[in-house]
């Protein structure tokens, strides 16, 4: 067995036997890792609740020969506390958790997509900063990583630029924007095309800084939409909390 370090956020767990459990980390150097912390559903377990979805921590694992690593140490970076005791945040940090688990692949170091989500979790810990568009900033940042960005300065199309073209839908698949005569998708306003492309054009931290706009329910709603598109299902953090 091999011994290695790194850290990880947790995005989910499940039951393993009568005392252990599954922990799935997306880790900074490894990619996706599944590791049993054993005994951690035992009232005397060592970890206690350090391994909880939400949690950013720095681990030390064995690698053996099966898919399942086996958590040895773990010490928490970051609790994240302030999403936990909120309805409306920790909604919105599962949802990062969602996408990051569909997103990462299993042992494939993804530095940036851990960086990214870290950087979420931190931005929607922090009360002074509304979380309306954390998750759809998140979202498009994700979907830009993956090669899947969408063009917003023209009908994707056509072809045809903004300068030529009212821009009036959206559609993923045909590659993002769309002008009248093309268009297909979702209906946007002209004031949801300007924020996102803000989030994507080097003014993101200045957006979330700001109070929503008027159409950030539009761009929250586009986005997520376009993350499903892409992962070809739905997420179900969000559907379910669309309906709380």
């Keep these: 067995m091999t011994l290695f ?34 005994g951690i559903r035992r009232t005397a377990s060592k970890f206690g609740g350090r391994l909880e979805p939400l949690t950013n ?6 690698q053996g020969r099966s898919d399942l690593d086996i958590v040895n140490q773990v010490e928490v970076i970051d609790h994240f506390r302030s999403i936990r005791d909120d309805l409306d945040r920790v909604n919105r940090g599962l949802s990062l958790l969602e996408v ?11 530095p940036r997509l851990y960086q990214m989500l870290v950087g979420a979790l931190r931005t929607l810990a922090d009360l002074d900063r509304d979380p309306t568009l954390v998750a759809p900033a998140f979202f498009m940042k994700a979907l830009v990583a993956e090669g899947a960005g969408p063009l917003l300065t023209g009908c994707a199309s ?6 030529e073209v009212e821009l009036v839908a959206f ?31 080097g003014s993101l931290g200045a957006v979330l800084a ?18 499903e598109t892409h992962l070809d299902r739905r997420l179900r953090s969000v559907r379910s909390a669309a309906h709380l």
């Design 100 to 110: 990051a688990d569909q997103l990462a692949q299993e042992r494939h170091p993804d």
């Design 210 to 227: 700001d109070t929503p706009p008027d159409c950030a329910d539009e761009v929250t709603a586009l986005a997520t939409e376009a993350m």
């Design 57 to 62: 921590v720095a681990l030390l694992l064995w």
């Design 171 to 201: 559609d993923l698949t045909e590659g993002g924007a769309l002008c009248r005569q093309c268009r297909r998708g979702r209906p946007v306003s002209p004031e949801a095309f300007d924020l996102l492309r803000r989030i994507l054009g």
């Design 158 to 163: 056509c072809g045809r630029s903004a300068d």
């Design 5 to 38: 370090r790194d850290s990880g956020v947790v995005l989910r767990t499940y039951r393993l036997g009568e005392a252990d459990r599954i922990v799935v980390f997306l880790t900074e150097h490894h990619g996706k890792v599944r590791a049993v912390a054993k």
